[in-house]
């Protein structure tokens, strides 16, 4: 019953307009999908903006993935096998980790990148004071569409290594190898992004997150090249690049020894995912603002 309908001391003639109803209101799924596809139109349209910048990008990418193939090229010319990886089977690796990569840079490398600019110039107060999670927001605000090209190009060459090695995966291989690069993809987001969460005390923390990007070089290597010990162990447990392409790549390949491997890679999947948001809660509950 709307206010002039109250005053006058009339029931209302119709039926309320469904906008005035909350259960016609869209469901929250639907609403920050709809934000986010404003978003990706933005991104589109600021790409396009800068076309040339765009292909540069895509072809230094694309230079530097042919690069570490020649390396490994070269590597293979003098040695039959790396631990107990084929050249082959470690293209397919390499294919993978590089596959990986580059959806998280498309998605969310440069948005980690950029927190510590949200919070040096106040840009971090008017994202909290709209009606929309913050970090969501902090995370997804930019999308880079050269990164997914080059995600095409991991994906060429995964197939034609595939042939090589004369592989046949099945759907239920496929589905799985989906699904452990997508457990890939969020461990690397959820610690670059509890990383740069660090610049709500150091303002600017650019450096941590690129160290951190670096070490993106380990997921290309064969973890069975790796000797037991500390190191082994703190880059499988503490900071598991060893798991990243790895577990997907094994997949494929039938050289997991057992599902507890994939198992684990989920598991460290939830624990980083948990461990970021705490130090996100923690790190954004004593921010006051940039001008305090």
Not at 269 to 287: D, K, M, N, P
């Amino acid at each position: 019953m709307n206010s002039v309908t109250q005053r006058e001391g009339r029931e209302p003639s119709g039926p309320v307009p469904p906008a005035s109803s909350p259960h016609h209101q869209p469901s929250t799924l639907v609403r920050y999908l709809s934000l986010y596809m404003a978003l990706v139109k933005n991104s589109v349209v600021r790409e396009m903006g800068f076309k040339s910048n765009f292909i540069l990008w895509i072809i230094v990418d694309l230079m530097w993935f042919l690069l570490q193939i020649t390396f490994f090229s070269v590597l293979y010319s003098h040695v039959d096998r790396i631990a107990d990886w084929t050249k082959w089977e470690v293209i397919l690796l390499l294919s993978a980790s590089h596959f990986i990569q580059q959806i998280f840079t498309g998605l969310f490398f440069n948005n980690c990148v950029a927190i510590s600019d949200h919070i040096r110039t106040g840009r971090l107060d008017f994202m909290m004071l709209l009606p929309v999670n913050t970090r969501f927001l902090v995370s997804l605000r930019h999308v880079d569409l050269g990164a997914f090209v080059n995600a095409g190009t991991a994906v060429a060459l995964m197939i034609y290594a595939g042939r090589q090695l004369h592989l046949s995966p099945s759907f239920l291989q496929l589905a799985g190898f989906l699904i452990l690069c997508g457990a890939g993809l969020l461990v690397h987001y959820s610690l670059m992004f509890l990383l740069a969460s660090i610049s709500f005390w150091t303002v600017r923390a650019q450096g941590i997150v690129w160290g951190y990007y670096n070490l993106f070089q380990l997921s290309r290597l064969p973890d069975s090249a790796f000797p037991p010990g500390i190191f082994k162990a703190f880059f499988t447990f503490a900071l598991p690049m060893l798991l990243v392409a790895n577990v997907p790549a094994k997949l494929l390949t039938d050289k997991l020894r057992s599902p507890k491997e994939m198992l684990l890679l989920l598991l460290m999947t939830c624990a980083c995912l948990i461990v970021s948001e705490l130090g996100w809660r923690f790190s954004i509950r004593r921010y006051a603002s940039a001008s305090s």
